[in-house]
């Protein structure tokens, strides 16, 4: 989706149709009862492993005390706004035409460099922050770790609620490509408090600066280095990746969907149509050879005495 979702869960592809051909009818049944098993087994893999760890980052988080109250409130808000979009504005499409239509098919399929970019993000914005954090904590910095927490807590939620929106296969793309635009947007701003606390309100005492240890001075340009990185990096992903790029292919894949299950849907009514017709066209055929066929002539034959 926005492309740290990617980095962190993978996606599971449907059969190819080849391999479904050249299976018998009779090992259908046996094949599609595996696939629901690899399915089902694939994604509590999934969520064991990415999501209940997110879990245990945002509860941990929560009750820190380090995030502010309008960041945890954002989530719930977020996924109410998404579920109301879901289901009064852009509902999801399904039909033979868009098989593909809600959760199976990705939004944007990167290249070489993209994947590069999608682990660049996984690493300035996941990696980097959660170890300056727990770093924070090993140290005793406390203004390290107030400063981050909110940026990761977000973090967090977005990369939780893209799996369950991607994964669960019943939202159309624009709603899914909604979610990382809204995090994003956000966390721009929790950024740019978290430079502003590193750069201006964070700084060496000013007896100790002549003779402060290398490793505070590095670990203060560290934590600004990582601020700024962030702002950078997710700035130029939702100005030049989300809204030029994902977004518009979003829509366009939603209005296909659209067109396609309003396609087939007018071809199933015009097929009924027509066996409607050629049913009544039969039916008055046959009352009208009744109403046509010759009466009964009498028997002359017997001639009455």
């Known amino acids: 989706m926005s492309g740290l979702s990617l980095a962190v869960a993978p996606r599971s592809h449907p059969e190819p149709p080849a391999a479904a051909a050249s299976s018998g009818p009779g090992k259908r049944p046996q094949q599609q009862q595996q696939q629901q098993q690899a399915v089902m087994g694939g994604v509590m893999g999934s969520l064991r492993v990415i999501e209940l760890q997110l879990v245990a980052f945002i509860m941990v988080f929560s009750a820190s005390g380090l995030v502010p109250l309008i960041d945890l409130l954002f989530p719930a808000l977020a996924t109410l706004y998404v579920a109301v979009l879901s289901r009064l504005a852009f509902p999801a499409h399904r039909g033979a035409g868009s098989a593909e239509s809600a959760g199976d098919e990705e939004i944007f399929r990167g290249r070489g460099w993209f994947r590069g970019y999608v682990v660049v993000g996984t690493t300035v914005g996941l990696f980097l922050p959660l170890a300056y954090v727990l770093g924070g904590f090993a140290r005793g910095d406390d203004h390290a770790v107030r400063s981050a927490t909110p940026h990761l807590f ?13 994964g669960l296969g019943i939202f159309s793309p624009p709603v899914r490509a909604l979610v990382p635009m809204l995090y994003t947007v956000r966390r721009v701003f929790v950024v740019i408090d978290w430079v502003h606390d590193v750069w201006i309100n964070k700084a ?38 989300l809204i030029p790029q994902f977004l518009p292919r979003a829509f366009e894949m939603y209005f296909k969907q659209r067109d396609g299950a309003e396609t087939v849907a007018k071809a199933a009514e015009d097929k009924q149509a027509a066996k409607d017709n050629v049913r009544a066209s039969t039916e008055d055929a046959g009352r009208t050879g009744k109403d046509h066929a010759p009466a009964s002539k009498p028997d002359h034959s017997k001639k009455t005495e």
């Open 154 to 166: 977000l973090l967090s939620c977005q990369i939780l609620t893209e799996n369950v929106v991607g």
């Open 204 to 241: 060496l005492p000013a007896t100790a600066t002549a003779t402060a240890n290398l490793q505070d001075v590095g670990w203060m340009w560290f934590g600004r280095s990582l601020a700024v990185a962030n702002l950078v990096y997710f700035s130029v992903n939702l100005l030049v990746f």
